[in-house]
């Protein structure tokens, strides 16, 4: 089996308090941690399960920086066979289809059955990049997917939906698959692993080394314009609720339900 | 020019919210671009759908076929990029569910269409529009615009506004299906329902945890009379786990799991940072304490600061009435 | 016991834990304090690691993450031996070799090698605790006496925060020549040894060892005993001495260099951490600062100085639950104290703070007793 897996690298935002930077298109992030986006990981452990089971050999694409070349090195490390990363500002980050673009890219021309990423993105929440690859790279996809079955020329994958239930799919290979969390429980990388890495190849390439003209990235290629971002109003992060405690009790009942909560 | 269209999801016979959610917003959007709204239904004898969302459009365009018994994201693609070239609308609607990511975008890369994910409002502003979309979790808000030519297309988010009054009485056209035949590279093959069993707590979209406040085991029944109602599972701090109220896998925290339920309600639990490390990634976080320094308010939405003994009851208790 | 099989990585792991020194005497596990709730059975360990195929097995049992690293068994140990260290062995072959290791375990991990902390906090928030007081902090290059060293737990953990506060709060009052290193400060590591990640542990001594040595420091100080222990014990090639705070306190107080002058009418009973007394022997100094609280009645456990009785915060034990359903030690601490009749348990550890904040609230307590670290009651004893 020839698998890809794409991960991206993004903040750890949960905690953090998000204030917008001077251009007022982007965030002061001088603060926040850095690590594999969520369901990235998971599609990397999918993959190195597969490979454990059925043979072949893992390559790892991120669209990055330098930065990313540790988180790189991880996945690597649990099993990954080569790496290439696109390093080019050029890209616009913000339009998932053009990251999609790229990624294919890198993909395109080279053999393979399975290119495995996560379902979403937990800074920009998308959920666009892997369908997307899928159709720059004219193969069939499954989205959100939590279990899968590798069989000779197919996969049959269980997309999770809305409420617990499983939709199951087959697909011809090659295919694309977005991987939810929860699908499996990641391994741990030991460090004498990611330094044994280092040996592995890591190819750093730019968009003219896959074929792309300049012209096909950057903002004027994209057909989205972001125009500025801005804090939501919020109120104090809790709203305490008043009265009587049977009136709070109906007040948060009602906010449950009618806020779609439940 | 200006018409919304509105792509309508079900699923197992039941008509999906978010579609009159998309048709209540579009109908607003229309409003100001002086356009129409189209309803459109893939689907298998599904008229019903067809009646109930002429409630909330002008008309409905409704393909008839067999072959989209159950969705499938290839067959669906294929009539829609066919309907869109025929169609034109200004902006198509398909809702951020499971169902839409899977489809949408595909389409755009297809039709090279400008796309916009997991919207939560459009405004029009000079008649153009401009999707809002989140980053960062919810933390910051961007405003979008598009370039280019029309069909644009979006995605938009589940339980973002409430749905309006049925006060339209759109025309139903059954259309031609422009599905010419089956699929060749993805099957539908069945649904299963989720295995009913031993729980995953880090599965778990809705979670009850319970603290010290609880106070005893024979307290547990109030909780999971809420829970039941919430069709929520339970979950504890290291308290309740070492109480013996309830099994090690269901200890959120750093020495327990992390969880990330989209609805996390905190009962008793004063919010230790070992905890809290385990349930900060919640989507919505509850807190019910009488110690109004506990630290799980810092990071919940909602809190009330009271005795819990007084307010789970009646929680419960209007749970079930507006549920019913 | 076949003594023609062993490889030679089973050697090395023998010689390294002189395992043939053992005489199987038992009083590790006599002096154990978790064997009262769990299956772990040190002395049996120890024999059983010289055989490779018991070792391996031994490695997956639950029990062997049961131990805090209290050192209790060292202590004893007529032979000199470090039981504890073999269990952390045995840790390391599960985590390194065999690359199977607890979720909770793998967060911890993952976080200190990419942010320098076991809690999963962003590395550039490290120093958020600092803003808005007077805290010096030191250059590197620059002469400084006391390099303070704040620890990840006491930096990010709101509940602890106020340890690293009221020290510098203290050493202004003092007029003491310090400096805190900031935001480049990172993980002594104590923790990934202890939950058998050897190799991240030893790249940490490396990077630590060549920060610390940029400052020219007469002294480390540390707040909690585990960064203490680690830099005194494990860091061979750091410059300066390592001193844990009770012990700079102790010395301001004699030399009249602080004085508390206020009172602090309170029945104290003080907990010794293990990892300041058991594995370093500062049993003295906490008495000392206490001895000099005004209008505090200072009593004593009778499982005190080297027969404490550990609060399960060490070896990892933050990160590992227990399988054992039976009463947590600290619990049995807290009754202790209680039984005792004392309102504060007086502690000089971060990790001794929160497992005993949450057996005094599992035992209801609340009430009549409280947990609170040296540097919380001295810190309001200082105009």
Redo the contacts between chains.
Sequence with gaps: MNIFVCVKRVPDTSEAIVKVDSSGRGVDSSKFSFDINESDNYAVEEAMLIKEAKGGNVRVVCAGTQDADVMIRMALAKGGNSAIRIDDPRINVIDPLQVAKVLAAAIKGKEFDLVLTGCMANDDGNMAVGVALAEELGVPHAAMVKKVEVETGMVKVYRELEGGLSEVVEMELPAVITIQTGINEPRYAPIRGIREAQKKELAVVKLEDLGLAPEAVGEGASLITLENFYIPKVESKAEILEGEPDQKAVTLAEKLVKGGLL | MGNVFVLTEH?QGVLREISLEMLTKAAAVAGKTGGEVVAVLLGSGVDAFAGKVAGYCDRVLYMDDPLFTD????KYQKALAALLKEYKPEIFMIG????G??????L???L???????VIDINVVDGKL?PV????????????????EPPYLV?FR??TL?VGEAVKNGGIEKIPSLLQEDV???????????EVGDV?I??S??LVAVG?GVKEDKNMPLIEGLAAV??ADICGS??AI???WLS?DR?VG?????V?P??YIAIGV?G???HL?GM??AK?I??INKDPDA?I???????????LF??????T???K???S | MNTELLTAELQDFIQKHDLYGCIQCGRCTGGCPVTVRTNLNVRRFVYNSLDQSMRDDLAKLPEIWDCTACNTCAVRCPKGLKPVEVLMGLRNILVVEQGTVQTTVRDALESVFLEGNPWSKPRKTRSDWMEGLDVKIAEPGEKVENLIFVCCTVAYDPRVQVLAKNLADLLNKAGVDYGFIGESEACCASEVHHLGEEDLFLEMVESNTELLNEYVADRIVTISPHCFSSFKNQYPAVKAKVIHYTQLIAELLEAKKLIFNKEYPHKIVFHDPCFLGKQNGIYAEPRTILGHIPGAEVVEFERRRERSLCCEGGGGKMWVESESKKERLAETRARDAGALGASILAVACPFCVLTLDDAIKAKGLEEQLRVAELLEIIGALVD
């Excluded at chain 2, 979309?133 to 280019?148: I, L």
């Excluded at chain 2, 308010?297 to 005795?307: E, H, K």
């Design positions: 699923r969705y499938n994201s290839e951020h569910t499971t169902q990511v899977d489809l949408a975008p595909a755009a890369v297809e090279k269409l400008p796309f916009i994910s997991d401009k979309r989140q980053y960062y979790q919810g933390k910051v808000n961007a405003n979008f615009s598009f370039k280019g995605t589940e339980a409430e060749a590279y993805r099957r539908f093959i069945e649904y299963v329902e989720a995953d880090t599965q979209e809705i010290r919430m069709k290291r308290a070492d109480a013996g090690h200890q750093t020495s327990g799991k992390t990330k989209k609805l004063s230790a940072f070992q490390a900060k990634g919505t509850v807190a630290p308010f810092s990071v919940a939405d909602y809190g009330i600061v009271d005795d007084k307010v789970v009851p009646k929680l208790e209007k749970l009435e507006l549920k």
